[in-house]
């Protein structure tokens, strides 16, 4: 099994929101100053970053991540990434993991909202992190307080060196209007802006995995809960895209064969005010949307509308599982209020 892959140190937007900048989903590093030791696509690797002692290629030790070469003239080193989504940012990592002598002493970011691919060269780039100072192997955990959307963020390196990672984390936006009336939305995928507010238990994989596209590459790619040696159960819950109908639940335990759950069950509500943290004590006390149903390995399992209570508009949910285990994706197909 693996070890934990959760730092215990992120702030609570990491798990809150989607890395908009995760190439699974699409996003792209387009262009970069400079990238001659190490490609700026690494950057966008959703895994963490390793280090391989004794690799070298034709430019000298590999490493995981975007680096560029010495600076000798003035100026800085940039990239430009196109995100998976457009979305509103709410906080960055800039991970140095495995840069020691070669990191940039600093970085900062910058944001526009553009149509095609590339943005023009005299689009208007509005700030979203200052120049911000940076440590040898470490993450850089950086809010942004920025009520507009994006669609680019260039990074910028002073002078150069080498960056393992990009994350940047925030709200999808989408087009609700274009929805036709009745039509039946995943009111959980953190693409359409779902996101998870919190779970009891995150030791083997993030809970909000449970709300990505696709089905699970691997056991590592969902939500895994340590083995619970006492009374009781986990859960997570989740805060919908929008307010809606449930009209199905899909749960998908894809890899999770001697560590799925036994069972599953979901309660829902529609709540107005309060904070992430009071909703843990109210959850316990929502009313069940879907009772205890058995679960099976490495399996799909779909609960129709005639297994669901008719609890009207719902604005969140707490899926439990019992008492402990692996859920690969959770789909919750709805109608919009």
Not at 215 to 232: F, H, L, Q, V
Not at 273 to 280: A, C, I, K, P, R
Request: negative net charge; proline residues 7%; hydrophobic residues 40%.
């Amino acid at each position: 099994m693996a070890t934990p892959i959760l730092d215990p140190n992120a702030p609570a937007f990491t798990r809150r929101y989607m890395n908009l900048a995760d190439a699974r989903l699409g996003a792209k590093a387009l262009v970069a100053s400079d990238e001659f030791f190490a490609p700026k696509e690494r950057m966008l690797d959703p895994q963490p970053a390793v280090f391989i002692p004794g690799k070298y290629d034709d430019h000298g030790k590999w490493m995981d991540g975007w680096e560029t070469r010495r600076k000798r003239t003035a100026g800085h080193d940039w990239c430009i990434v196109k995100l998976a989504r457009p979305g509103v940012v709410h906080g960055v990592d800039l991970d140095t993991s495995h840069f020691t002598g070669n990191f940039p002493p600093a970085a900062s970011l910058e944001g526009c909202y553009a149509e095609g691919d590339l943005p023009p060269d005299d689009i208007e780039w509005q700030p979203l992190v200052p120049a911000t100072t940076l440590q040898g192997n470490q993450h850089h955990y950086v809010t942004v307080q920025s009520g507009a959307p994006c669609t680019h963020i260039r990074v910028n390196l002073y002078p150069d060196g080498g960056l393992a990672r990009l994350r940047v984390y925030g709200q999808p936006q989408r087009d609700w209007t274009r929805v036709e009336a009745g039509a039946l939305i995943d009111l959980a995928a953190v693409e359409n802006g779902a996101w998870l507010v919190t779970a009891n238990n995150q030791h083997f994989g993030a809970a909000s995995q449970m709300l990505m596209p696709g089905r699970g590459a691997n056991m590592g790619d969902g939500w895994e809960t340590r083995r619970r040696r006492e009374p009781g159960n986990d859960w997570a819950i989740i805060a919908l895209a929008r307010p809606g109908v449930i009209r199905k639940i899909e749960v998908d335990t894809a890899h999770f064969k001697g560590n799925y759950p036994d069972r599953c069950s979901l309660q829902a509500a529609r709540v107005e005010g309060g904070t992430d943290e009071s909703l843990v004590t109210q959850a316990m006390f929502w009313p069940v949307l879907l009772p205890e149903m058995p679960l099976q390995m490495d399996h799909v399992h779909t609960f129709e509308a005639d297994q669901l209570a008719s609890l009207g508009v719902v604005t969140h949910v707490r899926f439990n599982i019992y008492p402990d285990g692996g859920v690969s994706r959770l789909r919750l197909w709805g109608e919009l209020a």
